[in-house]
Nanobody
Framework: QVQLVESGGSLVQPGGSLTLGCRVS????????ITWFRQAPGKEREGLVC????????NYPNSMKGRYSISKDNVKTMVFLQLSSLEPEDTALYVC???????????????????WGLGTQVTVSS
């Protein structure tokens, strides 16, 4: 299966911005749908946004309410998540996940994803 490694998480002040990266290896990015999730302490895992060759970009209902965007660089094999207007409630572990090779349909169900990175921590605090 594809392998994923996240990067870019850090401590950021409220109102700040951050770009997270998800390095995809073993298979091309366009071989499967890739979604960013986040997991905050005491809260359920939340799907944010998916990118795939067939669906383009798919935003899922979540509490961030569009304060993010997703992009990819096929040459660098990276999927990026740009976060903006960050709030303390955005503090969470941000994780990218991929569906099985060949499945390019996006899904908000975490159980539809077979490859997960370890995540990168984003802490929003003054």
């Amino acid at each position: 299966q594809v392998q994923l490694v996240e990067s870019g998480g850090s401590l950021v002040q409220p109102g700040g911005s951050l770009t997270l990266g998800c390095r995809v290896s073993r298979f091309p990015i366009d071989s499967q749908a890739i979604t960013w999730f986040r997991q905050a302490p005491g809260k359920e895992r939340e799907g944010l946004v998916c990118i795939s060759k067939s669906d383009g970009t798919v935003n899922y209902p979540n509490s961030m309410k569009g304060r993010y965007s997703i992009s990819k660089d096929n040459v660098k094999t990276m999927v990026f998540l740009q976060l903006s207007s960050l709030e303390p409630e955005d503090t969470a572990l941000y994780v990218c996940a991929a569906r099985r090779y060949g499945l390019s349909m996006c899904s908000a169900r975490a159980t539809d994803y077979v490859s997960w990175g370890l995540g990168t921590q984003v802490t929003v605090s003054s």
